[in-house]
């Protein structure tokens, strides 16, 4: 009986020890906006259009999948199927970075950034969201160009919608800007 006395403390111990969390698994860096690189969504070349792009790494997938614009990442991640999926996403830090031509070393975890929403800049199709590592940056960048400051917890398929109608300010041309007219 004092040898189970003895055994019962290690034995929980033991079995405590085991329920700790284990490592987190490293993520996948940002990878390089190539010339040839086409929108995952829309298949339009990447580099040819202005506006904060996106990646998302998607469980069980080593390859980054590739977005022209902030609006086709979300338009992508928030499908239902995609949800669930998707490990991890960046954009562009539009704070730090021209929103003519987004550098790749301004690229941010997508789930951290604050979001311009209804803005007057156009992306690749038009309506996007603008991306932002600090709050200060977004806010400055809304009282600039309208729009209203969202989270990426607040982005859903409904106000993507909105977006897209251009049902949140900005213009209501057809969302393209002369920088994107192509022959």
């Known amino acids: 009986m004092p040898r189970l006395l003895v055994l019962i403390p290690l034995l929980l111990f033991l079995l405590l020890a085991g329920c700790g969390e284990s490592e ?87 789930e951290e950034a604050w979001y311009v929403v209804g803005h007057d800049q156009r992306g690749s199709m038009g ?13 400055a960048f809304r009282e600039a160009h309208g729009g209203e400051l969202v989270t990426f917890e607040e982005i859903d398929l409904d106000l993507l919608g909105r977006l897209g109608r251009g049902e949140l300010g900005g213009d209501t041309d057809d969302g393209m800007n002369d920088r994107q007219v192509h022959d």
Request: a negative charge.
């Open 127 to 139: 309506h996007t969201l603008a991306s932002f590592a600090e709050q200060a940056d977004a806010e």
């Open 24 to 110: 987190p698994e490293s993520l996948a860096a940002p990878v390089p906006i190539e010339d040839g690189d086409s929108c995952h969504v829309c298949g339009m070349l990447i580099s040819e259009h202005p506006g904060p792009k996106g990646e998302a790494f998607m469980d069980q997938q080593s390859e980054a999948l590739k977005f022209c614009s902030t609006m086709d990442l979300f338009s992508f991640l928030k499908q239902p199927e995609n949800e669930t999926r998707l490990s991890h996403a960046y954009v562009h830090d539009i704070g730090v970075t021209t929103w003519e031509e987004p550098s790749d070393e301004a690229f941010i975890r997508a």
